[in-house]
Protein backbone atom coordinates (compact mmCIF):
# COMPACT_ATOMS: atom_id res chain seq x y z
CA UNK A 1 0.00 0.00 0.00
CA UNK A 2 2.34 2.68 0.97
CA UNK A 3 4.45 1.54 -2.27
CA UNK A 4 1.45 2.51 -4.26
CA UNK A 5 1.00 5.68 -2.32
CA UNK A 6 4.26 6.87 -3.18
CA UNK A 7 4.41 5.45 -6.53
CA UNK A 8 1.25 7.58 -7.31
CA UNK A 9 2.81 10.90 -6.42
CA UNK A 10 5.85 9.82 -8.22
CA UNK A 11 3.80 9.81 -11.17
CA UNK A 12 2.51 13.06 -10.91
CA UNK A 13 5.73 14.35 -10.12
CA UNK A 14 6.87 12.96 -13.20
CA UNK A 15 3.93 14.39 -15.53
CA UNK A 16 1.57 11.63 -15.49
CA UNK A 17 -1.33 12.65 -15.12
CA UNK A 18 -3.41 9.05 -15.83
CA UNK A 19 -2.54 5.56 -14.27
CA UNK A 20 -2.27 4.03 -17.91
CA UNK A 21 0.96 6.62 -18.60
CA UNK A 22 1.63 6.39 -15.24
CA UNK A 23 2.20 2.49 -15.18
CA UNK A 24 3.94 2.79 -18.36
CA UNK A 25 6.43 5.75 -17.07
CA UNK A 26 7.37 3.68 -14.10
CA UNK A 27 8.27 0.57 -15.65
CA UNK A 28 10.66 2.30 -17.98
CA UNK A 29 12.21 3.65 -14.65
CA UNK A 30 11.75 0.55 -12.20
CA UNK A 31 15.60 -0.01 -12.27
CA UNK A 32 16.45 3.71 -11.16
CA UNK A 33 13.66 3.45 -8.15
CA UNK A 34 14.62 0.05 -7.12
CA UNK A 35 17.79 2.23 -5.74
CA UNK A 36 15.16 4.25 -3.22
CA UNK A 37 12.61 1.41 -2.87
CA UNK A 38 12.64 -2.26 -2.83
CA UNK A 39 9.63 -3.05 -4.76
CA UNK A 40 9.59 -6.66 -4.20
CA UNK A 41 6.21 -6.73 -6.14
CA UNK A 42 7.25 -4.50 -8.94
CA UNK A 43 5.86 -1.76 -10.42
CA UNK A 44 1.75 -2.22 -10.05
CA UNK A 45 -0.79 -2.25 -13.54
CA UNK A 46 -2.70 0.50 -13.97
CA UNK A 47 -5.67 -1.30 -13.00
CA UNK A 48 -4.56 -1.89 -9.68
CA UNK A 49 -3.14 1.71 -8.95
CA UNK A 50 -7.45 2.71 -9.82
CA UNK A 51 -8.91 0.02 -7.92
CA UNK A 52 -6.07 1.09 -4.73
CA UNK A 53 -7.72 5.02 -5.39
CA UNK A 54 -11.25 3.57 -5.89
CA UNK A 55 -11.76 1.56 -1.92
CA UNK A 56 -8.87 3.27 0.23
CA UNK A 57 -10.99 5.08 2.88
CA UNK A 58 -10.38 8.95 2.16
CA UNK A 59 -11.12 10.15 5.66
CA UNK A 60 -8.05 7.73 7.11
CA UNK A 61 -5.95 8.61 4.02
CA UNK A 62 -6.35 12.82 4.82
CA UNK A 63 -6.03 12.07 8.59
CA UNK A 64 -2.21 10.81 8.20
CA UNK A 65 -1.46 12.59 5.08
CA UNK A 66 -2.87 15.62 6.18
CA UNK A 67 -1.23 15.64 10.03
CA UNK A 68 1.93 15.52 7.94
CA UNK A 69 1.10 18.73 6.06
CA UNK A 70 -0.03 20.16 9.34
CA UNK A 71 3.63 19.39 10.83
CA UNK A 72 5.07 21.16 8.01
CA UNK A 73 3.54 24.59 7.96
CA UNK A 74 3.43 26.34 10.82
CA UNK A 75 -0.90 28.02 11.49
CA UNK A 76 -0.07 30.41 14.09
CA UNK A 77 -0.42 33.64 12.96
CA UNK A 78 -0.79 32.46 9.20
CA UNK A 79 -3.38 33.20 6.79
CA UNK A 80 -5.39 30.17 6.12
CA UNK A 81 -7.37 30.92 2.31
CA UNK A 82 -10.62 28.11 2.19
CA UNK A 83 -12.09 27.72 -1.54
CA UNK A 84 -13.88 24.89 -3.36
CA UNK A 85 -12.76 23.42 -6.80
CA UNK A 86 -14.74 21.42 -9.16
CA UNK A 87 -13.19 18.32 -11.55
CA UNK A 88 -15.26 18.71 -14.74
CA UNK A 89 -14.58 15.75 -16.12
CA UNK A 90 -15.53 13.58 -12.88
CA UNK A 91 -18.63 14.14 -13.42
CA UNK A 92 -20.76 11.61 -15.28
CA UNK A 93 -22.09 12.21 -18.62
CA UNK A 94 -25.70 12.20 -17.23
CA UNK A 95 -26.21 16.09 -17.56
CA UNK A 96 -28.24 15.92 -14.00
CA UNK A 97 -25.34 14.54 -12.13
CA UNK A 98 -23.56 17.11 -9.82
CA UNK A 99 -19.59 18.09 -10.39
CA UNK A 100 -17.64 16.83 -7.58
CA UNK A 101 -16.68 19.69 -5.28
CA UNK A 102 -13.25 19.64 -3.44
CA UNK A 103 -12.56 22.23 -0.61
CA UNK A 104 -9.38 23.38 -0.27
CA UNK A 105 -7.28 24.81 2.39
CA UNK A 106 -4.26 26.93 1.57
CA UNK A 107 -1.42 28.83 3.58
CA UNK A 108 -0.68 31.91 1.78
CA UNK A 109 2.72 32.66 2.95
CA UNK A 110 4.08 29.76 2.20
CA UNK A 111 1.67 28.69 -0.63
CA UNK A 112 1.10 25.12 0.99
CA UNK A 113 -1.98 22.99 1.15
CA UNK A 114 -3.01 22.32 4.61
CA UNK A 115 -5.92 20.36 4.31
CA UNK A 116 -8.86 19.22 1.80
CA UNK A 117 -12.47 17.94 1.93
CA UNK A 118 -14.94 17.10 -0.49
CA UNK A 119 -18.38 18.21 -0.83
CA UNK A 120 -20.49 15.04 -0.17
CA UNK A 121 -23.42 14.50 -2.95
CA UNK A 122 -26.45 15.73 -0.85
CA UNK A 123 -24.47 18.53 0.61
CA UNK A 124 -23.04 21.91 -0.18
CA UNK A 125 -20.00 24.05 0.12
CA UNK A 126 -21.98 25.70 3.41
CA UNK A 127 -22.53 22.71 5.37
CA UNK A 128 -18.89 20.85 4.73
CA UNK A 129 -16.93 23.92 5.43
CA UNK A 130 -17.81 23.75 8.98
CA UNK A 131 -16.29 19.99 9.00
CA UNK A 132 -13.36 20.93 7.34
CA UNK A 133 -12.77 23.30 9.87
CA UNK A 134 -12.73 20.90 12.86
CA UNK A 135 -9.92 19.05 11.31
CA UNK A 136 -7.66 22.38 11.34
CA UNK A 137 -5.76 23.92 14.01
CA UNK A 138 -6.92 27.38 13.52
CA UNK A 139 -5.48 29.39 16.67
CA UNK A 140 -3.95 32.32 15.61
CA UNK A 141 -4.59 31.93 12.06
CA UNK A 142 -7.05 34.42 9.81
CA UNK A 143 -9.25 32.98 7.91
CA UNK A 144 -10.60 34.44 4.63
CA UNK A 145 -13.64 32.69 2.54
CA UNK A 146 -15.31 33.40 -0.40
CA UNK A 147 -18.98 35.43 0.31
CA UNK A 148 -20.84 31.41 0.54
CA UNK A 149 -18.38 31.48 3.67
CA UNK A 150 -20.28 34.52 5.45
CA UNK A 151 -22.57 32.12 7.49
CA UNK A 152 -23.25 32.32 11.62
CA UNK A 153 -22.48 28.59 11.93
CA UNK A 154 -19.10 29.38 9.95
CA UNK A 155 -18.28 32.35 11.96
CA UNK A 156 -18.74 30.29 15.12
CA UNK A 157 -16.63 27.66 14.37
CA UNK A 158 -13.46 29.97 12.94
CA UNK A 159 -13.49 31.72 16.48
CA UNK A 160 -14.94 29.00 18.74
CA UNK A 161 -10.97 26.90 17.69
CA UNK A 162 -9.32 30.30 18.89
CA UNK A 163 -9.00 31.44 14.75
CA UNK A 164 -10.05 35.12 13.15
CA UNK A 165 -12.22 35.98 9.91
CA UNK A 166 -12.12 38.19 7.09
CA UNK A 167 -15.33 37.65 5.01
CA UNK A 168 -16.79 39.69 2.04
CA UNK A 169 -20.57 40.37 2.05
CA UNK A 170 -22.62 39.96 -0.46
CA UNK A 171 -26.69 39.52 -1.40
CA UNK A 172 -26.79 36.15 0.17
CA UNK A 173 -26.85 37.87 3.71
CA UNK A 174 -29.11 40.99 2.73
CA UNK A 175 -29.96 42.42 5.77
CA UNK A 176 -25.99 42.25 6.94
CA UNK A 177 -25.33 43.69 3.10
CA UNK A 178 -27.29 46.03 3.69
CA UNK A 179 -26.40 47.38 7.08
CA UNK A 180 -22.56 47.46 6.02
CA UNK A 181 -22.92 48.92 2.87
CA UNK A 182 -25.37 51.73 3.77
CA UNK A 183 -23.09 52.97 6.47
CA UNK A 184 -19.87 52.09 4.68
CA UNK A 185 -20.85 54.80 2.05
CA UNK A 186 -22.46 57.38 4.20
CA UNK A 187 -19.12 57.57 6.19
CA UNK A 188 -17.00 57.72 2.97
CA UNK A 189 -19.37 60.23 1.28
CA UNK A 190 -19.10 62.27 4.51
CA UNK A 191 -15.17 62.04 4.45
CA UNK A 192 -15.61 60.86 8.42
CA UNK A 193 -12.29 60.87 10.19
CA UNK A 194 -12.43 57.30 11.12
CA UNK A 195 -12.05 55.91 8.02
CA UNK A 196 -8.65 54.66 7.14
CA UNK A 197 -8.16 54.43 3.36
CA UNK A 198 -5.32 53.10 1.20
CA UNK A 199 -5.17 52.53 -2.38
CA UNK A 200 -3.17 50.53 -4.92
CA UNK A 201 -2.84 50.30 -8.69
CA UNK A 202 -1.45 46.95 -10.98
CA UNK A 203 -0.91 46.54 -14.60
CA UNK A 204 -0.96 43.75 -16.08
CA UNK A 205 -2.19 41.19 -19.05
CA UNK A 206 -3.35 44.47 -21.00
CA UNK A 207 -5.41 45.41 -17.84
CA UNK A 208 -5.04 48.08 -15.29
CA UNK A 209 -6.84 48.12 -12.11
CA UNK A 210 -7.13 50.26 -9.50
CA UNK A 211 -7.68 49.30 -6.16
CA UNK A 212 -9.58 51.33 -3.74
CA UNK A 213 -9.75 49.72 0.25
CA UNK A 214 -11.55 51.61 3.20
CA UNK A 215 -11.66 50.59 6.68
CA UNK A 216 -13.11 51.24 10.19
CA UNK A 217 -13.31 49.90 13.74
CA UNK A 218 -16.63 49.70 14.05
CA UNK A 219 -19.53 47.33 14.29
CA UNK A 220 -22.51 49.99 15.43
CA UNK A 221 -24.64 48.82 11.94
CA UNK A 222 -24.55 45.41 12.65
CA UNK A 223 -27.55 44.17 14.60
CA UNK A 224 -27.66 40.30 13.85
CA UNK A 225 -26.08 38.83 17.14
CA UNK A 226 -24.08 36.42 15.11
CA UNK A 227 -21.79 39.11 13.79
CA UNK A 228 -21.21 40.85 16.94
CA UNK A 229 -17.47 39.79 17.14
CA UNK A 230 -16.73 41.75 14.08
CA UNK A 231 -14.56 44.53 14.93
CA UNK A 232 -13.55 45.74 11.75
CA UNK A 233 -15.82 47.01 8.41
CA UNK A 234 -14.26 47.28 5.09
CA UNK A 235 -14.73 48.31 1.89
CA UNK A 236 -12.99 47.30 -1.72
CA UNK A 237 -13.68 49.39 -4.69
CA UNK A 238 -12.41 48.02 -7.61
CA UNK A 239 -12.02 49.84 -11.10
CA UNK A 240 -10.66 47.37 -14.08
CA UNK A 241 -9.81 49.05 -18.01
CA UNK A 242 -9.05 46.32 -20.22
CA UNK A 243 -6.57 48.11 -23.09
CA UNK A 244 -6.80 46.45 -26.48
CA UNK A 245 -4.12 48.13 -29.15
CA UNK A 246 -4.33 48.22 -32.88
CA UNK A 247 -1.34 46.76 -35.50
CA UNK A 248 0.54 50.10 -35.05
CA UNK A 249 0.58 49.81 -31.11
CA UNK A 250 -1.79 52.78 -31.04
CA UNK A 251 -5.07 52.18 -28.44
CA UNK A 252 -7.82 51.32 -30.17
CA UNK A 253 -10.56 50.63 -27.69
CA UNK A 254 -11.15 49.67 -24.15
CA UNK A 255 -13.74 48.26 -21.47
CA UNK A 256 -14.38 49.72 -18.14
CA UNK A 257 -16.26 47.59 -15.17
CA UNK A 258 -16.29 48.98 -11.63
CA UNK A 259 -16.82 46.77 -8.68
CA UNK A 260 -17.52 47.24 -4.58
CA UNK A 261 -17.08 44.40 -2.09
CA UNK A 262 -17.39 45.18 1.48
CA UNK A 263 -16.02 43.07 4.73
CA UNK A 264 -16.48 42.28 7.83
CA UNK A 265 -14.06 40.71 10.38
CA UNK A 266 -13.74 40.23 13.95
CA UNK A 267 -9.62 41.67 13.83
CA UNK A 268 -8.92 45.25 14.77
CA UNK A 269 -7.20 45.35 11.58
CA UNK A 270 -4.80 48.21 10.01
CA UNK A 271 -6.24 49.26 6.44
CA UNK A 272 -3.06 47.99 4.52
CA UNK A 273 -3.20 44.71 6.23
CA UNK A 274 -6.97 44.46 5.46
CA UNK A 275 -6.01 45.19 1.74
CA UNK A 276 -3.13 42.33 1.80
CA UNK A 277 -5.64 40.04 3.61
CA UNK A 278 -8.25 40.86 0.65
CA UNK A 279 -5.51 40.52 -2.17
CA UNK A 280 -3.61 37.06 -0.65
CA UNK A 281 -7.05 35.49 -0.41
CA UNK A 282 -7.02 34.57 -4.39
CA UNK A 283 -3.59 32.97 -4.20
CA UNK A 284 -5.82 29.34 -3.61
CA UNK A 285 -7.15 30.38 -7.27
CA UNK A 286 -3.69 31.74 -8.74
CA UNK A 287 -1.18 29.66 -6.81
CA UNK A 288 -3.04 26.07 -6.57
CA UNK A 289 -6.28 25.75 -9.19
CA UNK A 290 -4.38 27.13 -11.60
CA UNK A 291 -1.48 24.63 -11.23
CA UNK A 292 -3.77 21.48 -10.34
CA UNK A 293 -5.86 22.49 -13.80
CA UNK A 294 -2.58 23.72 -15.94
CA UNK A 295 0.23 21.42 -14.64
CA UNK A 296 -1.39 18.38 -13.11
CA UNK A 297 -4.38 18.24 -15.76
CA UNK A 298 -6.94 17.70 -12.60
CA UNK A 299 -9.53 19.48 -14.33
CA UNK A 300 -9.58 16.42 -17.12
CA UNK A 301 -9.14 13.42 -14.62
CA UNK A 302 -12.31 11.42 -15.64
CA UNK A 303 -11.68 8.86 -12.06
CA UNK A 304 -15.18 9.18 -10.50
CA UNK A 305 -15.74 5.66 -8.92
CA UNK A 306 -15.48 4.76 -5.49
CA UNK A 307 -13.47 7.12 -3.48
CA UNK A 308 -11.50 8.07 -6.38
CA UNK A 309 -12.18 11.27 -6.76
CA UNK A 310 -10.99 12.58 -3.37
CA UNK A 311 -7.96 10.12 -3.10
CA UNK A 312 -6.35 11.09 -6.59
CA UNK A 313 -6.98 14.49 -5.50
CA UNK A 314 -4.99 14.75 -2.30
CA UNK A 315 -1.87 12.49 -3.89
CA UNK A 316 -1.86 15.46 -6.40
CA UNK A 317 -1.70 17.80 -3.32
CA UNK A 318 0.87 15.80 -1.90
CA UNK A 319 3.26 15.86 -5.06
CA UNK A 320 2.54 19.82 -5.18
CA UNK A 321 3.52 20.34 -1.97
CA UNK A 322 6.91 18.61 -2.51
CA UNK A 323 7.63 21.42 -5.55
CA UNK A 324 6.26 24.11 -2.77
CA UNK A 325 9.15 22.54 -0.12
CA UNK A 326 11.25 22.57 -3.04
CA UNK A 327 10.10 26.31 -4.33
CA UNK A 328 11.45 27.43 -0.70
CA UNK A 329 14.72 25.93 -1.48
CA UNK A 330 15.06 27.93 -4.65
CA UNK A 331 13.46 31.19 -4.71
CA UNK A 332 12.46 33.42 -7.65
CA UNK A 333 11.89 30.39 -9.60
CA UNK A 334 8.64 29.93 -11.91
CA UNK A 335 6.33 26.73 -11.07
CA UNK A 336 7.21 25.36 -14.37
CA UNK A 337 10.95 25.74 -13.75
CA UNK A 338 10.57 23.68 -10.29
CA UNK A 339 8.77 20.99 -11.59
CA UNK A 340 11.09 19.90 -15.07
CA UNK A 341 14.14 20.43 -12.74
CA UNK A 342 12.22 17.63 -10.65
CA UNK A 343 10.92 15.76 -13.94
CA UNK A 344 14.24 15.28 -15.53
CA UNK A 345 16.24 13.83 -12.72
CA UNK A 346 14.91 11.40 -11.19
CA UNK A 347 17.64 10.29 -8.67
CA UNK A 348 17.56 14.28 -7.05
CA UNK A 349 13.81 14.27 -7.32
CA UNK A 350 13.78 10.93 -4.79
CA UNK A 351 16.88 12.22 -2.60
CA UNK A 352 14.90 15.16 -2.05
CA UNK A 353 11.21 13.40 -1.82
CA UNK A 354 13.01 11.03 0.87
CA UNK A 355 14.12 14.24 2.44
CA UNK A 356 10.73 15.69 2.25
CA UNK A 357 8.83 13.18 4.03
Known amino acids: ?3 ILLLTVIGFLLGKNDFANM ?3 LKKEFTNLQKFIPLKNGIPSHDTFSRVMRIVDPEELIFSICDWFG ?4 VNGSHLSIDGKGILAAAKKNRLENTPYIINVLETATKMVLMQLKVGDKTNEITTIPELLKYIDLNGATVTI ?3 GTQKEIVSEILAKGGSFVLPVKENQPTLYTEVSLYMNDLIEDNNSAVQCYQDNCSDHGRIEVRKYYLIKDNSCITNKAFQRVNSIGKVWRK ?4 VYDAEGNVAKGTESIQSVYYI ?10 ACLV ?3 WKVEDSLHWVLDNTFREDRSTSRKGYAVENISLMRKVAYNIIRIHEQKMPGQSIEYLIDELRYDLPAM ?8
Open 1 to 3: MAD
Open 23 to 25: AHC
Open 71 to 74: CLIP
Open 146 to 148: DAI
Open 240 to 243: RSAI
Open 265 to 274: SDRVLEVEEF
Open 279 to 281: RDH
Open 350 to 357: MNYLCASI
